[in-house]
């Protein structure tokens, strides 16, 4: 018997908490609004922006109006649309999590009893207890309110479970969306597509024909204003334990028997169960971690981490390269190479399947043949390349060389892309829970990088100085098994 499809397209009034930050001005009230002039959001809906500081209003509508205009392309004149999106947008001030402070919201969402709430935490993750336990007890909860949580949940497994449990008390699973933006990027969503619906791809994603996967998120900036949050987090929880772990369980898991929610993530579930612990004595090894110091970037100078942070004695890495292994039968002893760091030279995310090289070279031309390479360019240019060996024309004889075959999403799909938080966002209206992480993927991806961290300690890896500017520090260990597929192209 088919499934009954739980998605429900519905009218919705939106609670952003911390609704007068920069979170919620740069993407989610851009990204609704999107959705708004495109014809998409065709039901009714408003939005209510929680702040806890007074006399704020005026300042708040002028810098939303802003930072929707800057996130419109070609100078349109959507100034029209822009006053009609803001009038469905009504800031409140709620200083405290209490039943008596969430009175003014109460009353405000009693005016649309039909609509289904949802509530965003756009706020610090120690917040998401109290939040669930006053909109509980001011009976806000109801069997088809949602709620969306912004990362980190917590800094390792034991605050992510305490922070589970307290926002369980009062939604079930089902109405949790743990966002993740990275899974709602176009090129990642063509993963699926790439792999489960070409039989080249199909027959040949396993350890027989691939040699090594690289998944490279490089950024150019520094720490910025998030030095106090980073300084307790580091690559390792930043990037690797949610973005990084997202994109290999999305190139590495088996297919799914249906394209539904909790089918994708069981299988997303089984392959970060099998990644290989990082032990105390393989952690030298298989691990690079760094830090960067004063360097130029684009011609500017720019300081080191630690006189970013103010914070001198800090041993918080800016890089991490992992060498990890998924140990079940389709990944047996192939490498996955994962690598971030910030300060680099260049911002970039991409995924670069090699596969292995010809058995054997009949060519008169012995000069050396490289891998067939599949390279999936998530940030900024989002793109497929498929790198093959290529006749160079000419009467030389079989002189070859590799050339790529490009898919540029730009140039063949003419129409605007939307950004993933649009893409994400639409799909927590509708109750389509597929790009989002569930409870028991978020403690396994916990238990994994925390073999790492805790293998750090045990060991007393140090960080290698790294300067601004550069690729990252040199990775001894891993380049004397490949290179890293961008280095030369940068």
Same mark, same amino acid.
């Given at each position: 018997?088919?499934?009954?499809?739980?998605?429900?397209?519905?009218?919705?009034?939106?609670?952003?908490?911390?609704?007068?930050?920069?979170?919620?001005?740069?993407?989610?009230?851009?990204?609704?609004?999107?959705?708004?002039?495109?014809?998409?959001?065709?039901?009714?809906?408003?939005?209510?922006?929680?702040?806890?500081?007074?006399?704020?209003?005026?300042?708040?509508?002028?810098?939303?109006?802003?930072?929707?205009?800057?996130?419109?392309?070609?100078?349109?004149?959507?100034?029209?649309?822009?006053?009609?999106?803001?009038?469905?947008?009504?800031?409140?001030?709620?200083?405290?999590?209490?039943?008596?402070?969430?009175?003014?919201?109460?009353?405000?969402?009693?005016?649309?009893?039909?609509?289904?709430?949802?509530?965003?935490?756009?706020?610090?993750?120690?917040?998401?207890?109290?939040?669930?336990?006053?909109?509980?007890?001011?009976?806000?909860?109801?069997?088809?309110?949602?709620?969306?949580?912004?990362?980190?949940?917590?800094?390792?497994?034991?605050?992510?479970?305490?922070?589970?449990?307290?926002?369980?008390?009062?939604?079930?699973?089902?109405?949790?969306?743990?966002?993740?933006?990275?899974?709602?990027?176009?090129?990642?969503?063509?993963?699926?597509?790439?792999?489960?619906?070409?039989?080249?791809?199909?027959?040949?994603?396993?350890?027989?024909?691939?040699?090594?996967?690289?998944?490279?998120?490089?950024?150019?900036?520094?720490?910025?204003?998030?030095?106090?949050?980073?300084?307790?987090?580091?690559?390792?929880?930043?990037?690797?334990?949610?973005?990084?772990?997202?994109?290999?369980?999305?190139?590495?898991?088996?297919?799914?028997?249906?394209?539904?929610?909790?089918?994708?993530?069981?299988?997303?579930?089984?392959?970060?169960?099998?990644?290989?612990?990082?032990?105390?004595?393989?952690?030298?090894?298989?691990?690079? @971690?760094?830090? *960067?110091?004063?360097?130029? /970037?684009?011609? #500017?100078? =720019?300081?080191?981490? $630690?006189?970013?942070?103010? %914070?001198?004695?800090?041993?918080?890495?800016?890089?991490?390269?992992?060498?990890?292994?998924?140990?079940?039968?389709?990944?047996?002893?192939?490498?996955?190479?994962?690598?971030?760091?910030?300060?680099? @030279?260049?911002? *970039?995310?991409?995924?670069? /399947?090699?596969? #292995?090289? =010809?058995?054997?070279? $009949?060519?008169?031309?012995? %000069?050396?043949?490289?891998?067939?390479?599949?390279?999936?360019?998530?940030?900024?240019?989002?793109?497929?390349?498929?790198?093959?060996?290529?006749?160079?024309?000419?009467?030389?004889?079989?002189?070859?060389?590799?050339?790529?075959?490009?898919?540029?999403?730009?140039?063949?799909?003419?129409?605007?892309?939307?950004?993933?938080?649009?893409?994400?966002?639409?799909?927590?209206?509708?109750?389509?829970?597929?790009?989002?992480?569930?409870?028991?993927?978020?403690?396994?991806?916990?238990?994994?990088?925390?073999?790492?961290?805790?293998?750090?300690?045990?060991?007393?890896?140090?960080?290698?100085?790294?300067?601004?500017?550069?690729?990252?520090?040199?990775?001894?260990?891993?380049?004397?098994?490949?290179?890293?597929?961008?280095?030369?192209?940068?």
């Amino acid at each position: 018997m088919k499934k009954k499809s739980t998605e429900i397209f519905e009218p919705f009034s939106l609670v952003v908490f911390g609704g007068n930050g920069d979170l919620a001005l740069r993407k989610i009230y851009p990204a609704l609004f999107h959705r708004f002039i495109a014809g998409q959001l065709v039901i009714d809906f408003n939005i209510i922006a929680i702040t806890r500081r007074d006399n704020t209003e005026d300042e708040f509508y002028k810098e939303l109006k802003h930072f929707i205009q800057l996130s419109i392309e070609n100078d349109q004149d959507v100034s029209s649309d822009i006053e009609r999106f803001v009038l469905k947008v009504k800031l409140l001030v709620i200083k405290e999590n209490t039943v008596a402070a969430y009175a003014i919201l109460k009353q405000h969402l009693e005016q649309f009893p039909t609509f289904q709430n949802i509530y965003y935490f756009s706020t610090p993750s120690s917040a998401f207890g109290s939040i669930s336990a006053a909109l509980k007890s001011s009976a806000l909860v109801f069997d088809n309110s949602k709620v969306v949580l912004e990362k980190p949940l917590g800094f390792g497994s034991v605050s992510s479970q305490q922070i589970n449990d307290e926002i369980t008390e009062a939604f079930i699973e089902k109405q949790i969306y743990r966002i993740d933006h990275y899974l709602g990027k176009e090129t990642v969503q063509n993963l699926m597509v790439l792999r489960f619906a070409n039989n080249l791809f199909e027959k040949s994603w396993n350890r027989d024909s691939i040699d090594n996967i690289q998944i490279t998120v490089a950024e150019n900036l520094g720490v910025e204003n998030r030095a106090g949050y980073y300084d307790n987090s580091g690559a390792l929880l930043d990037m690797v334990q949610n973005h990084l772990l997202q994109l290999l369980c999305l190139v590495a898991m088996e297919p799914p028997n249906v394209l539904e929610a909790d089918e994708l993530r069981n299988e997303k579930l089984k392959v970060l169960n099998a990644l290989r612990p990082i032990t105390a004595k393989t952690v030298k090894e298989h691990t690079v @971690k760094g830090q *960067y110091t004063r360097g130029r /970037i684009d011609n #500017k100078e =720019v300081s080191s981490y $630690l006189e970013g942070i103010e %914070k001198y004695a800090s041993k918080t890495e800016t890089y991490v390269a992992i060498k990890a292994f998924v140990d079940n039968w389709r990944w047996k002893d192939v490498p996955f190479y994962l690598r971030t760091g910030k300060r680099l @030279k260049k911002r *970039y995310s991409e995924i670069v /399947i090699n596969f #292995k090289k =010809v058995q054997h070279n $009949l060519f008169p031309e012995k %000069k050396k043949m490289g891998h067939n390479k599949l390279i999936i360019s998530i940030q900024p240019d989002e793109r497929i390349e498929l790198v093959q060996m290529t006749k160079i024309p000419g009467p030389g004889g079989y002189r070859y060389q590799p050339i790529s075959l490009k898919l540029d999403y730009s140039d063949t799909f003419k129409e605007r892309f939307p950004e993933a938080y649009e893409r994400l966002i639409m799909d927590v209206i509708r109750g389509n829970q597929t790009l989002f992480m569930r409870q028991d993927e978020l403690q396994a991806a916990w238990k994994w990088t925390e073999t790492i961290s805790r293998s750090w300690k045990e060991s007393k890896q140090a960080n290698i100085l790294y300067e601004a500017g550069s690729m990252g520090p040199i990775d001894n260990i891993m380049e004397q098994e490949h290179e890293w597929e961008t280095n030369k192209e940068i």
